[in-house]
């Protein structure tokens, strides 16, 4: 069982930037593909970004891309999305997903390795 503590949100004006971290413990000896997620208010858990074991490949959605950035220290067990250019529409809890279903095109959330969440809130 991996254990994912996710930080850095908080609340930031629209345009500016954030890094959010997830920091894995538990069953880490082996790197597994990685992935943020998150859910607005009212809304369903949606895909932002996944990134592949070894960090050579990376999976941004549509709605993000050019602005989010996914990125891991495989020596520090930490996987980093950073945000920039944040829009009030990115108000949500960002969640952190560890071992799930890689493929090139996609990111398939492992149902058992979630963390608790950090929110962020984009005000304009």
């Known amino acids: 069982q991996v254990q994912l503590v996710e930080s850095g949100g908080g609340v930031v004006q629209a345009g500016g930037s954030l890094r959010l971290s997830c920091a894995a413990s538990?069953?880490?000896?082996?790197?597994?593909?990685m992935g943020w997620f998150r859910q607005a208010p009212g809304k369903e858990r949606e895909f932002v970004a996944a990134?592949?074991?070894?960090?050579?490949?990376?999976i941004i959605t549509d709605s993000v891309k050019g602005r989010f950035t996914i990125s891991r220290d495989n020596a520090k067990n930490t996987v980093y999305l950073q945000m920039n250019n944040l829009k009030p529409e990115d108000t949500a809890v960002y969640y952190c997903n560890a071992g799930g279903i890689w493929s090139s095109t996609n990111y398939v959330a492992s149902l058992g390795s979630w963390g608790q969440g950090t929110q962020v809130t984009v005000s304009s």
């Open positions: 990134i592949s074991q070894f960090g050579t490949s990376t």
């Open positions: 538990g069953r880490t000896r082996s790197s597994y593909p």
